[in-house]
């Protein structure tokens, strides 16, 4: 594997190299660009408004995930495993990711997947985690999901003599957190180089929480006074300030064990906003404010969200903006999905060849909020 790209976290902190296991998958740094004609459509041209590019974070497929794969995958291969077994919803980005980076490093990746509202994005995730050859098993539900995990691992260990390396929901896991520790190391690096002046808050969805809770260490061990709201788009059960707290300092804890310079920080409750607020009524689901900032953003800009976490946070944000409470502000936009299209290269399967519990995503319709969209 290629070990020419740099990190910021590995240039600043040296003693990491060697401890935190890391491979070469993303096309970092992600660009930032400011907005002024959002900023003028949301009314508010006080604001400075930044849109940090993680949707153009990896080739071919780019969104948050890529970052913590970078460690993940680097930790499944040092551990000598051949194959990857992760979790999601059915239209998952984080099983898609997985499966097409694990491809890239000679792993082969196994998806269990669980019931979600249908739209558009589903389908094609779908059809592409086919296209990529990942192994799809569907689980009805959360209670089945660890019994049928179990069984495949053992499968898969009779077959090949090996575990395969469990990833967590949204690669959630304290080494894959690392990932946006370096990310906000890399926003840092950019603030130092002019691409943008320091955020006074930052807007970024809150899933599993991976994202956001290393953006925050990330920001706080770079002393940067932002502030990070996280918006909540999952189940408040999966999501919350106290596993927030919990996953950051396990995840500053790892990271100075392996090198002391890198400094242990306080969680800092004054910085965390925990918004509520945009999540609807269930994950995966849309909402009629997520659809408007799905809209503005295609519109004004050509950047495509979708309505089960940009869309709702990006909502959060245009509510903040038009009730006064960005005014003078610089705000970052901080964008998770993948924008790279591979409408073309799933345009010829055949859903029918998937396994049958997932023929009824293609065979019903689409969420109601979901039918005016036109792309996939
Ligand atoms: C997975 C995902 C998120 C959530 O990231 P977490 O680290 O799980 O909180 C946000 N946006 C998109 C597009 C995603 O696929």
Not at 68 to 94: I, P, Q, W, Y
Not at 197 to 215: F, Q
Not at 218 to 235: F, H, I, M, N, S
Request: with cysteine.
């Amino acid at each position: 594997m290629e070990e020419t790209a740099r990190r910021p976290l590995f240039d600043l902190f040296a003693g990491l190299k060697g401890k935190i296991p890391h491979v070469v998958l993303g096309a970092l740094p992600s660009p930032v660009e400011r907005y002024s004609e959002l900023e003028e459509a949301l009314g508010c041209k006080s604001m400075a408004l930044y849109i940090k590019r993680d949707d153009y974070s990896g080739r071919p497929y780019g969104g948050n995930k890529v970052r913590k794969l970078e460690f993940l995958l680097a930790d499944a291969l040092r551990k000598g495993c051949m194959e990857v077994l992760t979790f999601g919803g059915v239209g998952s980005n984080h099983a898609l990711a997985t499966g097409i980076y694990a491809q890239h490093v000679g792993l082969k990746s196994i998806s269990m997947l669980m019931p979600q509202p249908n739209a558009h994005s589903v389908r094609a995730n779908l059809l592409m985690s086919f296209k990529t050859g990942i192994e799809l098993h569907h689980s009805p539900s959360m209670a089945t999901t660890a019994g049928h995990a179990a069984w495949q691992m053992c499968r898969h260990k009779c077959r090949t003599g090996k575990f395969p390396y469990v990833i967590p929901p949204g690669g959630t896991a304290p080494l894959g957190v690392v990932g946006f520790v370096n990310a906000a190391l890399e926003l840092k690096q950019q603030i130092q180089e002019d691409v943008l002046p320091v955020p006074d808050i930052l807007y970024v969805a809150s899933g599993t929480m991976g994202t956001a809770v290393g953006l925050l260490l990330g920001l706080k061990a770079a002393q940067l006074p932002t502030k990070l709201v996280a918006v909540r788009v999952t189940d408040a059960r999966f999501s919350s300030v106290e596993k927030a707290e919990k996953l950051f300092t396990a995840t500053n804890r790892l990271l100075h064990h392996a090198c002391p310079d890198f400094p242990l920080v306080p969680f800092p409750p004054e910085d965390f906003i925990f918004e509520h607020r945009f999540y609807g009524q269930a994950y995966g689901l849309y909402t009629d404010e997520a659809m408007k900032g799905v809209r503005l953003l295609k519109e004004t800009c050509g950047i495509r969200l979708e309505g089960t976490y940009t869309g709702k946070t990006f909502a959060a944000l245009m509510a903040a903006a038009i009730s006064g409470q960005l005014f003078r502000k610089t705000v970052v936009f901080w964008n998770t999905y993948n924008s790279y299209d591979f409408t073309e290269e799933i345009k010829d399967i055949d859903y029918r060849n998937l396994p049958a519990p997932f023929h009824r995503y293609f065979e019903e319709e689409v969420q109601p909020l979901d039918r005016l969209e036109h792309h996939t």
